[in-house]
């Protein structure tokens, strides 16, 4: 099994950053990837970003391409989202999930329970 737990949301004014973290526990040598993802009320969640485990590969969706940087430390089993020149379109809850090894590339096994991210002024 694989536990994830965000931390860092807040309320932000726009213009302004964050930096959510995901620490990850449990069998994380089983750990492919892990993505980031958001979700605004009444909508649908989305895809944010996803970094491999191995760092290797990094993609971004087209919003967030140059605000948002994804990284991770090995040593602290943890992945980072450092969110600037924040939107209040960037206003949502927002997760960060594992895809084990072997498994589709898409296929997120493994949540955590969200922070929450308001951009208000």
């Known amino acids: 099994q694989i536990q994830l737990v965000e931390s860092g949301g807040g309320l932000v004014q726009p213009g302004g950053s964050l930096r959510l973290s995901c620490v990850a526990s449990g069998r994380t040598s089983n750990i492919y990837s892990v993505g980031w993802f958001r979700q605004a009320p009444g909508k649908d969640r989305d895809f944010v970003a996803r970094?491999?485990?191995?760092?290797?590969?990094?993609n971004y969706s087209d919003s967030v391409k140059g605000r948002f940087t994804i990284s991770r430390d090995d040593a602290r089993n943890t992945v980072y989202l450092q969110m600037n020149s924040l939107k209040p379109d960037d206003t949502a809850n927002y997760y960060c999930?594992?895809?084990?090894?072997?498994?589709?590339?898409?296929?997120?096994?493994?949540w955590g329970q969200g922070t929450q991210v308001t951009v208000s002024s």
């Open positions: 970094i491999t485990w191995s760092g290797a590969l990094i």
């Open positions: 999930a594992a895809v084990r090894r072997f498994r589709p590339v898409d296929a997120y096994d493994y």
